[in-house]
């Protein structure tokens, strides 16, 4: 419960009070019902004040149980990594303990830098038996997927900023209006007195590892805090920054690529098709999924693409990474209605950014490269 609410309520309820009694004296035959309307204002005021904010459900829906599991989604990103470095951080502070689990893996060269340099201890998992709690997080995604068994996984919380109708059972924070699930967990701690070492809090300290998770995952999640960014994501960044550790970005920032990477970048490249300023590749077999949304965001900025979509196949299933710089292209949608086609087919994101993934045996035909162009071109194009 935030000090500064208090203050806020017995300012409303002065001025509810002052107007009502100039009310009065005006017409004192009023007075009754003024009193009655008074102690209504007031009644408001206290309950306003002593309701409990978002993140003091959010920590007494931690404190509840004994231990739970932070569940990222599949491959996470560091938008993931760090909500989950957050909610653990939360936990232990209510003294819950907390592990922090994914299923898939961690490839892009970007994403292995920031758990190898910030130390991150991230279990992977195959199916839900191995979920160390009942009591499972989920962060930066709100519907469990990815794992043997995840639609018999009931959420017991949720913290995202993706679309979605996912819930649950003790609490449910989901704003796909902000750029980032890393920005959110970043207000929870700044709202529970964790100090920057800067701004005067008596509340425990900030770590730099947390502070530099959540920083990043900001920064990441918007592209340098210029895609679906939001006021609130360059807030918590001031709030953070005087906490996290400028070598630690540097390395994550810039980790080494190895020469797949660098292959599928070039193989984009030469086998691009563009459309108008609509522009798809498809680079045959790759054995590092993460290496297509790298090609996709060098895509997008070649002169004259304002849409980018890279495909690659692997181990029999098409992978999708695509960006959008274009306000006629909502890249999640447009890339959902693309393999809509195809049975058990799974797309979405952001408007500037979306992925998915299809079985190469599927839809008749439509995850084929000349198919799946088509149909891409068609979803940019509005025609699906």
């Known amino acids: 419960m935030q000090p500064e609410r208090l203050g806020e309520a017995v300012v409303a309820a002065e001025s509810a009070l002052e107007a009502a009694v100039g009310l009065a004296r005006r017409n004192p035959r009023l007075s009754v019902a003024v009193g009655v309307v008074v102690a209504l204002l007031v009644l408001a005021a206290l309950w306003w004040y002593l309701r409990p904010s978002t993140v003091d459900r959010f920590r007494s829906a931690l404190a509840d149980r004994d231990r739970i599991t932070v569940l990222t989604h599949p491959n996470p990103d560091p938008d993931a990594m760090a909500a989950a470095m957050g909610v653990a951080a939360l936990a232990g502070a209510v003294g819950t303990d907390a592990s922090v689990q994914y299923p ?9 830098a920031f758990e190898a340099v910030l130390d991150c201890d991230f279990d992977r998992i195959e199916s839900a038996d191995e979920l160390d709690s009942e009591a499972v997080v989920l962060v930066d995604h709100n519907e469990p997927r990815g794992f043997g068994g995840a639609e018999t996984v ?8 993706h679309p979605g109708n996912g819930e649950g059972q003790a609490f449910t924070d989901v704003r796909p209006e902000r750029g980032s699930c890393a920005g959110i967990l970043a ?7 964790y100090s920057n070492g800067v701004d005067g809090r008596d509340g425990p300290s900030l770590t730099p590892a947390l502070a530099t998770a959540l920083l990043y995952g900001i920064q990441s999640d918007t592209t340098a805090f210029t895609r679906s960014c939001t006021p609130e994501e360059f807030d918590a960044a001031a709030y953070l920054f005087p906490a996290a550790d400028s070598d630690s970005l540097d390395r994550i920032a810039n980790p080494q690529i190895d020469n797949e990477t660098l292959e599928v970048k070039a193989r984009a490249i030469e086998d691009r098709t ?4 609509f522009l798809l590749s498809h680079v045959g077999t790759v054995s590092n999924r993460d290496a297509l ?3 996709a965001e060098e895509l997008v900025r070649l002169e004259g693409v304002t849409a980018a979509v890279v495909a690659g196949e692997h181990e029999g299933t098409i992978h999708v990474s695509g960006r959008s710089r274009d306000d006629r292209v909502h890249m999640g949608k447009s890339l959902s209605r693309a393999l809509d086609a195809i049975p058990e087919a799974s797309a979405g994101g952001h408007a500037r950014m979306g992925g998915g993934q299809a079985p190469l045996s599927g839809g008749d035909g439509v995850a084929e490269p000349d198919a799946l162009r088509d149909r891409v071109f068609a979803a940019m194009n509005g025609k699906l």
Do not use: K, L, M, Q
């Not at 009931?154 to 900023?161: G, Q, R």
């Open 274 to 277: 563009i459309e108008g300023s």
């Open 104 to 112: 898939g893996e961690i490839r892009h060269p970007e994403n292995r």
């Open 154 to 161: 009931e959420p017991y919380a949720v913290v995202d900023h």
């Open 187 to 193: 207000e929870y701690v700044e709202e529970c007195g």
């Open 293 to 295: 949304p790298v090609a």
